[in-house]
């Protein structure tokens, strides 16, 4: 099978976004999965059409996006993407939609389709913090989310897709006090973690929650 993996470019002033630094690191097969690995620009529709291109070159089985959540203390596996952007900053071409639905023909929202708790359970039985979490955002991580799931659905494509959050890495908080932070090397693991489940479609959980 093949795995898509998509993270993002620098934005807000960061020199790095250490979505696509953890990434850089991560194993080209996992498992049965040959990993192929995208970096997108942190753009509206920019960077849905681009993952889109590519879905149409590769065919992948998956597709896994990744991006920074500053303020995060945990690898946040995504539940949900809603069709709205409301930009609290510009992106990196300088659009600043507010209350904007992302696609005024689309479903209010979707839910990812890879096995979250799975996922989960996995990266903090390996000794990471992770969690769900109930909203990634309104910014360009929630529209690319939205995007992904909303093409999908609507060509009826058998493609499973999710989107996981990062903190900052620690080289980001050296001039930000009391701001929680993750290592590069975790985050790979924890994209290794997930990529694994993803590829072996594993979603059992051994306790519900
Ligand atoms: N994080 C932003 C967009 C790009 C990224 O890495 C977000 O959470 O929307």
Not at 11 to 35: G, T
Not at 88 to 96: C, E, K, L, S, T
Request: a negative charge.
């Amino acid at each position: 099978m093949k795995i898509l993996v998509t993270a993002f470019e620098p934005f807000e002033k960061e020199n790095i976004n250490p979505s696509y630094e953890a990434l850089k690191n991560v194993r080209d097969r996992i498992m049965n999965a040959e990993i192929i690995k995208m970096q997108v620009p942190t753009i509206f529709y920019l960077s849905t059409k681009k993952v889109i291109e590519k879905i149409e070159e590769i065919s992948p089985d998956a597709v896994l996006s990744i991006g920074q959540a500053a303020k995060k203390y945990s690898v946040n596996v995504e539940r949900v993407a809603i069709n709205i952007d409301d930009a609290r900053i510009p992106d990196n071409a300088g659009q600043q939609p507010v209350d904007t639905p992302i696609d005024p023909d689309g479903m209010p929202a979707y839910f990812a389709t890879i096995p979250i708790k799975k996922i989960v359970e996995e990266i903090k039985r390996e000794k990471l913090p992770s969690v769900i979490s109930n909203t990634a955002g309104t910014y360009v991580c929630n529209h690319l989310m939205y995007g992904i799931l909303n093409y999908i659905h609507k060509n009826d494509l058998p493609i499973k897709a999710g989107f996981i959050h990062v903190p900052y890495s620690s080289e980001q908080v050296l001039d930000k006090p009391d701001t929680p932070f993750m290592s590069l090397e975790d985050m790979t693991r924890a994209i290794e973690i997930a990529l694994r489940v993803i590829a072996t479609n594993d979603t059992h959980i051994s306790v519900p929650r």
